[in-house]
């Protein structure tokens, strides 16, 4: 798989949680990339995803910022 | 015509264009000759106990048919009588008032040494000091030179001793063999300084004679490292300059050095911060008189830009140098490959597909042409194709369009610290 469809298949992998109202709630760095973890406002349902694609974890970060913008 | 006149913390010369302290500046003879073809400004051959050189002394690297793409010498301070330099420096500054001349000095790091060399000095009417502690070879050996330069607390303690007794503005040079250079760059402020200069010379052997086995330079068969300049040595000197513009505790004027050749360079070294630039391998290559060509390019840019004092650009480039973590994470180029003007030569696939993030495809297309194309969705803007490319204009660098907002590494960082820590306001 090229960077780029990875990066597809995790962006729309991220986008599949934030769409259904979950929100980042931690991420955890490690040599394989970041873990994310996902929680939905209602019910405190977690889900986790293991982002390695650079691209991918740009993404993640400006939804976090945008996210923590968005919170203030 | 602009307004060439600088004021390097109070050292006047009508040009920034000064011939560094170094074999040009070797006699009242060449200063003179200088001048008379336009240099603002001489930094005077270092002077101190007069030494004794060896032969043979310089060498340099051609690179691809550039011939002096990096020079390096193995020659020391001046070999000459004080006395004698003292003469022709007052019957220079006579014959030249208004032209800046600077006496480079270095002598054991004593007090009474400084005292004495920069009272006489200053008595035959030079314009400033620049103190040596940069020459990485010969002098360093002996407690001079880059081996007082590198350790902060000696360029503090000497610079000190010099502002006790000078009367003249004093310029600290300071030697790139170091690792962070604004350690040695605050130190001189400290110890008073008005104005730092860099670069020095770089540590360096050329080469290595593959027929002898002998040293580049060789000396009756034995070599020694030397100090490494030219156009190779600017993108260093270039950064030194702009991180000792940009430090908060540093703050005086800066003289830029290091493979200053044309007056693109020094407008270069300027717009980082420097208030002139010295020059000396450009000269030894090509003579005094590439000045003229210096002159005319800086004149011609500036009223090109509707500039009309070369002082009004002066650090204008450094709110755009910052850290690698305040860059925009988010900012994306890509190639694009112009089939008009490629010649097909396949170096930016090559590069692309061995060393970089293979997205260059070659293609054929319906008449059975081969062109080559960039798949932008892979291509990270790394720039190596068009670095590489033979022709001017095959390869574009496009901005794409912004898909997300601006993000530098330490704002990234920051809100991953912050939900990993309070687990972000979610379970608010």
Same mark, same amino acid.
């Given at each position: 798989?090229?960077?780029?469809?990875?990066?597809?298949?995790?962006?729309?992998?991220?986008?599949?949680?934030?769409?259904?109202?979950?929100?980042?709630?931690?991420?955890?760095?490690?040599?394989?990339?970041?873990?994310?973890?996902?929680?939905?406002?209602?019910?405190?349902?977690?889900?986790?995803?293991?982002?390695?694609?650079?691209?991918?974890?740009?993404?993640?970060?400006?939804?976090?910022?945008?996210?923590?913008?968005?919170?203030? | 015509?602009?307004?060439?006149? *600088?004021?390097?913390?109070?050292?006047?010369?009508?040009?920034?264009?000064?011939?560094?302290?170094?074999?040009?500046?070797?006699?009242?003879?060449?200063? @003179?000759?200088?001048?008379?073809?336009?240099?603002?400004?001489?930094?005077?051959?270092?002077?101190?106990? %007069?030494?004794?050189?060896?032969?043979?002394? $310089?060498?340099?690297?051609?690179?691809?048919? @550039?011939?002096?793409? /990096? $020079?390096?010498?193995?020659?020391?301070?001046?070999?000459?009588?004080?006395?004698?330099?003292?003469?022709?420096?007052?019957?220079?500054?006579?014959?030249?008032?208004?032209?800046?001349?600077?006496? &480079?000095?270095?002598?054991?790091?004593?007090?009474?040494?400084?005292?004495?060399?920069?009272?006489?000095?200053?008595?035959?009417?030079?314009?400033?000091?620049?103190?040596?502690?940069?020459?990485?070879?010969?002098?360093?050996?002996?407690?001079?030179?880059?081996?007082?330069?590198?350790? %902060?607390?000696?360029?503090?303690? @000497?610079?000190?001793?010099?502002?006790?007794?000078?009367?003249?503005?004093?310029?600290?040079?300071?030697?790139?063999? *170091?690792?962070?250079?604004?350690?040695?760059?605050?130190?001189?402020?400290?110890?008073?300084?008005?104005? *730092?200069?860099?670069?020095?010379?770089?540590?360096?052997?050329?080469?290595?004679?593959?027929?002898?086995?002998?040293?580049? %330079?060789?000396?009756?068969?034995?070599?020694?490292?030397?100090?490494?300049?030219?156009?190779?040595?600017?993108?260093?000197?270039?950064?030194?300059?702009?991180?000792?513009?940009?430090?908060?505790?540093?703050?005086? %004027?800066? &003289? /830029?050095?290091? /493979?200053?050749?044309?007056?693109?360079?020094?407008?270069?070294?300027?717009?980082?911060?420097?208030?002139?630039?010295?020059?000396?391998?450009?000269?030894?290559?090509?003579?005094?008189?590439?000045?003229?060509?210096?002159?005319?390019?800086?004149?011609?840019?500036?009223?090109?830009?509707?500039?009309?004092?070369?002082?009004?650009?002066?650090?204008?480039?450094?709110?755009?140098?910052?850290?690698?973590?305040?860059?925009?994470?988010?900012?994306?180029?890509?190639?694009?490959?112009?089939?008009?003007?490629?010649?097909?030569?396949?170096?930016?696939?090559?590069?692309?597909?061995?060393?970089?993030?293979?997205?260059?495809?070659?293609?054929?297309?319906?008449?059975?042409?081969?062109?080559?194309?960039?798949?932008?969705?892979?291509?990270?803007?790394?720039?190596?194709?068009?670095?590489?490319?033979?022709?001017? /204009?095959?390869?574009?660098? *496009?901005?794409?369009?912004?898909?997300?907002?601006?993000?530098?590494?330490?704002?990234?960082?920051?809100?991953?610290?912050?939900?990993?820590?309070?687990?972000?306001?979610?379970?608010?």
């Amino acid at each position: 798989m090229s960077e780029y469809q990875q990066f597809l298949s995790e962006r729309d992998k991220i986008d599949f949680y934030i769409q259904k109202g979950y929100r980042i709630h931690q991420v955890k760095e490690h040599l394989n990339g970041a873990t994310v973890e996902f929680i939905h406002p209602k019910g405190n349902v977690s889900e986790t995803l293991l982002i390695g694609n650079a691209n991918a974890r740009k993404y993640f970060s400006s939804l976090l910022m945008k996210q923590k913008q968005a919170g203030k | 015509m602009a307004d060439l006149r *600088i004021n390097l913390a109070g050292i006047k010369s009508p040009n920034p264009f000064w011939l560094a302290s170094a074999p040009p500046t070797n006699s009242g003879y060449q200063v @003179q000759r200088a001048f008379e073809a336009g240099w603002g400004g001489a930094v005077w051959k270092t002077l101190g106990d %007069p030494i004794l050189n060896v032969t043979s002394r $310089f060498a340099a690297i051609s690179f691809n048919g @550039q011939r002096v793409a /990096g $020079f390096n010498n193995i020659e020391l301070i001046t070999d000459r009588p004080l006395d004698v330099n003292l003469k022709e420096i007052y019957e220079t500054k006579k014959k030249y008032p208004n032209h800046a001349i600077v006496a &480079s000095l270095m002598v054991e790091p004593k007090q009474e040494k400084w005292h004495e060399i920069v009272k006489r000095v200053e008595d035959v009417g030079v314009d400033g000091l620049e103190l040596n502690f940069g020459c990485p070879h010969g002098m360093a050996e002996r407690g001079m030179g880059s081996a007082s330069g590198q350790v %902060p607390e000696l360029v503090e303690k @000497q610079t000190y001793w010099v502002k006790e007794a000078a009367k003249t503005p004093v310029i600290v040079k300071l030697t790139p063999n *170091i690792t962070d250079i604004t350690a040695t760059a605050e130190a001189a402020a400290k110890g008073g300084a008005d104005a *730092i200069s860099m670069i020095n010379t770089i540590n360096s052997l050329m080469g290595v004679d593959l027929d002898t086995w002998n040293t580049i %330079p060789h000396v009756a068969g034995k070599g020694a490292h030397g100090g490494y300049c030219g156009p190779a040595v600017k993108p260093i000197a270039l950064n030194m300059v702009a991180e000792c513009a940009r430090h908060p505790n540093v703050n005086i %004027p800066i &003289s /830029g050095i290091g /493979g200053v050749s044309n007056w693109q360079d020094a407008v270069e070294f300027m717009l980082m911060g420097a208030t002139g630039v010295q020059v000396c391998t450009a000269a030894m290559h090509h003579g005094f008189r590439i000045v003229e060509d210096m002159i005319e390019g800086l004149n011609n840019y500036l009223d090109s830009k509707g500039i009309s004092a070369v002082t009004d650009i002066i650090g204008k480039s450094l709110p755009k140098y910052s850290d690698w973590g305040d860059l925009d994470l988010n900012y994306n180029i890509v190639a694009r490959i112009n089939t008009d003007v490629c010649i097909n030569c396949n170096k930016c696939h090559i590069a692309c597909e061995d060393t970089s993030h293979q997205c260059i495809e070659m293609l054929t297309d319906i008449s059975g042409k081969s062109y080559l194309k960039v798949r932008e969705e892979d291509c990270v803007g790394c720039n190596l194709c068009s670095i590489v490319c033979p022709v001017d /204009g095959a390869i574009d660098m *496009i901005e794409t369009p912004r898909e997300l907002p601006p993000m530098t590494w330490n704002e990234r960082q920051s809100v991953i610290n912050a939900a990993t820590q309070c687990k972000a306001d979610i379970t608010k």
